[in-house]
């Protein structure tokens, strides 16, 4: 008989781990909270890291299909617009041996719903999991609707940054807003006037802001985000999360808030004051843009965030991060593609050494993503002789600046 994993969020983390474990041969049941699988958001770019896994998971068709390959990195200075630097990224299949695809999260999300149902992964949606309950024999959920099951051999715990279950699990408190929101649009390139178009992935880089866009959609679209160091009227807020109301806490959460457009231009008008006048047209672009709350937790101190006894704890839900590096997906793949390595399907005495290995082996890596996400804000927003410095070197080094070998290169569960 094969073991029974109970999988808490059906969102890319869960159905990723969903996948892994699968492949492994283990009997997964996903269970998600809303009333259908879908994910809400606009773009998300796959490190070469990523899509090595996908590529060992029987996606490569399916990743060709909806991914797109960019031909450059580009990094651009907000105000003069010079380029300072380039790296292209069509070469990421000949320097790692896998390309650097971006493509729609909901692209994403729906192809790894496949490859969970083509393995035949139990989905069960409306299904909340309010309580896991660690046994020496197994995991015991509870569920919202007042059901309990206990034939869990491992559960993981993959609810996003909101997690209540690892609220209740590692009781360390819940994620903290970073002063730090994106407003995010899709826009027809068809629409753009030809200076727009693009093929590239682009950052331009400005005084704590930056603007990030590439193509989606076969290329047909661009995915254009600006994230911006402000606090919404909306947020009572102060560094002491404590401060912020219950209702405050509840507008974060539910936050893929559409404003109206003339709300949306008076912020990012504010915030990218002085953009480059391609940049500006951009921004101007009347489309429904959407404002989202980056919240997170610091860096990951030891390997007991990821695993407790029969439990794993992956993607948001164990490491949250700021957007800076392009790896919050990514790792939770990553996540799912070692836990599915190290945890037997068969010796249900080992899942509890097992769930240790996955720990270990990725806890430092998530811990470094994290880090570098935060050094690459101060990065991108920095001012005075620091924004000096960094076109310099960028102009300078180039390419050598922009690649992350340690990242793409890596290989999940060697
Ligand atoms: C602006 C922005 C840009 C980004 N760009 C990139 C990028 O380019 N590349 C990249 O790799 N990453 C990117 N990310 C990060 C990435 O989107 C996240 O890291 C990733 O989506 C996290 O997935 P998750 O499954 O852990 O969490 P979620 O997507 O939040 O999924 C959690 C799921 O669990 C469900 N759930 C919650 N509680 C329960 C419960 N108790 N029981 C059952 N179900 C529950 C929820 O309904 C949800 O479906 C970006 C993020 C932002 C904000």
Not at 161 to 179: C, K, M
Not at 311 to 332: E, F, N, R, S, T
């Amino acid at each position: 008989m094969t073991n029974a994993v109970l999988i808490a969020g059906g969102g890319i983390a869960g159905l990723a781990a969903a996948v892994g474990l699968a492949h492994a041969g283990w009997r997964p049941t996903v269970c998600e909270r809303a009333p259908a699988f879908s994910e809400v958001g606009a773009g998300v770019q796959l490190g070469p890291n990523v899509t090595r896994i996908l590529h060992a998971w029987g996606a490569e068709a399916a990743l060709d299909l909806a991914g797109f390959q960019p031909e450059r990195l580009l990094a651009r200075d907000l105000h003069s617009g010079e380029v300072l630097a380039s790296l292209s990224l069509k070469d990421a299949q000949h320097r790692y041996g896998s390309p650097y695809v971006t493509m729609h999260r909901a692209a994403l999300h729906g192809l790894l719903l496949q490859l969970a149902q083509s393995h035949n992964v139990m989905l069960h949606n409306n299904q909340q999991v309010q309580k896991l309950h660690d046994q020496t024999n197994g995991v015991t959920a509870h569920y919202s609707n007042g059901v309990t099951h206990t034939s869990h051999d491992m559960a993981v715990v993959a609810d996003g940054v909101w997690s209540q279950l690892r609220l209740q699990l590692l009781g360390d408190g819940e994620a903290t807003f970073t002063g730090h929101i994106a407003y995010r649009a899709l826009m027809a390139q068809t629409d753009l006037p030809a200076t727009l178009r693009t093929q590239d992935v682009t950052v331009w880089m400005g005084p704590n802001a930056h603007v990030v866009h590439y193509p989606v959609r076969g290329g047909e679209w661009l995915n254009v985000v600006c994230l911006l160091e402000a606090v919404p009227a909306e947020v009572e807020w102060s560094e002491h999360q404590n401060t912020l109301t219950p209702e405050g806490w509840q507008s974060l959460q539910s936050w893929n808030t559409q404003q109206t457009f003339a709300q949306t231009q008076q912020s990012l008008q504010h915030a990218l004051r002085g953009a480059h006048s391609h940049l500006q047209q951009l921004i101007e672009h009347e489309v429904d843009w959407r404002l989202w709350p980056l919240c997170g937790r610091p860096p990951m101190r030891g390997a007991h965030e990821h695993a407790i006894g029969r439990v794993a704890l992956i993607g948001d839900a164990a490491h949250p991060m700021l957007p800076y590096l392009a790896q919050g997906a990514g790792m939770a793949i990553e996540d799912a593609f070692e836990l599915a390595q190290q945890v037997p399907t068969n010796a249900t005495a080992d899942v509890q050494q097992g769930l240790l290995r996955f720990a270990k082996a990725r806890w430092q890596r998530n811990a470094r993503v994290q880090h570098r996400a935060i050094r690459n804000g101060n990065i991108f927003h920095a001012q005075g002789p620091l924004r000096f410095a960094r076109n310099m070197g960028l102009r300078v080094l180039g390419a050598r600046l922009m690649d992350v070998p340690w990242l793409y290169g890596y290989n999940a569960g060697k």
